[in-house]
Every structure is written in structure tokens, then in C-alpha cells.
């Protein structure tokens, strides 16, 4: 079954079930998936799907910064459900322990031990290896550290 399937068959599972995050937030999902195949005229596969719902849970990690800081709790724990429910379709996440071998292990294809000048060469290398199964703030965190050794 195809992501985009599973998409339309949890949506209608969350209206009979009167489930109305679960049923808002895939609504909201399918309705980018559709926007991006609408605007650049072509069919989505998998992975585009993928990137799709990934740049959908950072927004709402961003917004959920931002409504912590203003102290909305009611619109935090909605966003907090939000990303549990598309994190659901992505693939599982890399643990901080697996993107910092990932980095040590590209830095030494590279040449690079250190130094700040060096991130931006090394960011490119890495991201592409783990595009999709880790959060780029937690890569940054983890390279800037590796890189101030």
C-alpha cells in the first residue's frame, strides 16, 4: 500500500472513529501532498510524500516553539499530537549517538577534523545521507559540536 493510500484509508478510520486531530491533521497532509502535485504538475511517489509530511512536522515543531514561549498550552499539546500523528508515516528517526557516527564517519571520507570554516562542506556531505530520518536542527547541533573539538 502506497503512503498516499494510507493516508486516505487512516482519514477515513479517523472520521468514523470521530477522531477530529487524527482526521484534521492526514486532511491537512493529503492537502499539501495535492497542492505540491497540483502546482508542479506531476504525481507524487513515496519519497516525495516523505519530504512532504517532513517539512509538515518541522512547521509545527517551529510553531510549537513559539506557542511554548507565549505560553499557549492548549495549541502546544494539539501540535504535540499533530507531529506524534505524522511522525507515524515518516521512517524512524536517527538517535543523536547515530547522526554523530554518521558525521565523524563523513568528516574522515572528507579530511576534516575540525574547525568552524569546515561546516559548510561538511553539512552538505552529511545531510543527503541523512535527509529524511533526522531533524536538521539536531544534525547542526551535532556538527558544530564535532566541529569545536
Sequence with gaps: MSLKDRLMQDFKEAMKAHDEIRKNTVNLARAA?????????????????????????????????????????????TYKQEIE?????????????????????????????????????????VMPKVKGVADGKVVKKLLEAFLEK
Excluded at 87 to 116: D, N
Design 33 to 77: 501532498i495535492k497542492q505540491y502535485e497540483v502546482d508542479n504538475r506531476k504525481e507524487l511517489d513515496d519519497q516525495g510524500i516523505i519530504e512532504i509530511l517532513s517539512k509538515q512536522v518541522k512547521m509545527r515543531r517551529d510553531a510549537l516553539s513559539d506557542f511554548e514561549k507565549a505560553g499557549r498550552t492548549d495549541l502546544a499539546e
Design 85 to 125: 500523528i505524522l511522525m507515524a508515516y515518516l521512517p524512524a528517526q536517527l538517535s543523536e549517538a547515530e547522526v554523530a557516527e554518521i558525521i565523524r564517519q563523513t568528516a574522515a571520507q572528507l579530511g576534516i577534523e575540525g574547525g568552524k570554516q569546515n561546516f559548510g562542506k561538511l553539512m552538505g556531505a
